[in-house]
T-cell receptor, first 113, second 111 residues
Framework: DVKVTQSSRYLVKRTGEKVFLECVQDMDHENMFWYRQDPGLGLRLIYFSYDVKMKEKGDIPEGYSVSREKKERFSLILESASTNQTSMYLC????????????FGEGSRLTVL | KNEVEQSPQNLTAQEGEFITINCSYSVGISALHWLQQHPGGGIVSLFMLSSGKKKHGRLIATINIQEKHSSLHITASHPRDSAVYIC?????????????FGKGTKLSVKP
């Protein structure tokens, strides 16, 4: 069965802390995505990667960076967490670009105090 | 940039009822996705369709390319169908590989 695993379901961090969100997929997918989901705004793309060491900014990349050193792992980094980054973060992977079926992780709910 | 509108935003139904959720988009697409999100967060892909109709169990998805409209139907609804249903389309002109997501339809099925 296809699986996308996010490292933490719930995190609580303090303003200014560095935060790492990890995502691992076991499907050998080229494409991996990080989204955030906020009430009333839906899912918005932060960054995506179409290959190892390759990344592209999504619609809301400010305050975030990513790392993809291995095909199966895509990390989202908040260099200095702020309260407006309190959100649900969802990782996804697919074989192709927007026409490919997306497989999502369970989500990581981050609270920044 | 594609824009996606879903309706209704919220829907309450009695068990057994036939459910319809609608999705309209502004720019012609190659494929449209229907997703399901249960409380707790995880999202599951239900359908990806580019024309006509697809069926999986009690779920049916249809798309009219000319009218830029898709519907998701649930027959004989059940409380376990309670979830948020989201449609998504490619964001041509935006970030490559990006999908634009509707804001979702929250369905609650009462026993």
């Amino acid at each position: 069965d296809v699986k996308v695993t996010q490292s933490s379901r719930y995190l609580v961090k303090r303003t200014g802390e560095k935060v790492f969100l990890e995502c691992v997929q076991d499907m050998d997918h080229e494409n991996m995505f990080w989204y955030r989901q906020d009430p009333g705004l839906g899912l918005r793309l932060i960054y995506f990667s179409y290959d190892v060491k390759m990344k592209e900014k999504g619609d809301i990349p400010e305050g975030y960076s990513v790392s993809r050193e291995k095909k199966e792992r895509f990390s989202l980094i908040l260099e200095s967490a702020s309260t407006n980054q309190t959100s649900m973060y969802l990782c996804a992977s697919s074989l192709a670009h927007s026409t490919g079926e997306l497989f999502f992780g369970e989500g990581s709910r981050l609270t920044v105090l | 940039k594609n824009e996606v509108e879903q309706s209704p935003q919220n829907l309450t139904a009695q068990e057994g009822e036939f459910i319809t959720i609608n999705c309209s988009y502004s720019v012609g697409i190659s494929a449209l996705h229907w997703l399901q999100q249960h409380p707790g967060g995880g999202i599951v892909s239900l359908f990806m369709l580019s024309s006509g109709k697809k069926k999986h169990g009690r779920l049916i998805a249809t798309i009219n390319i000319q009218e830029k409209h898709s519907s998701l139907h649930i027959t004989a609804s059940h409380p376990r169908d309670s979830a948020v249903y989201i449609c998504a389309v490619p964001n041509y002109g935006g970030s490559q590989g990006n999908l634009i997501f509707g804001k979702g339809t929250k369905l609650s099925v009462k026993p």
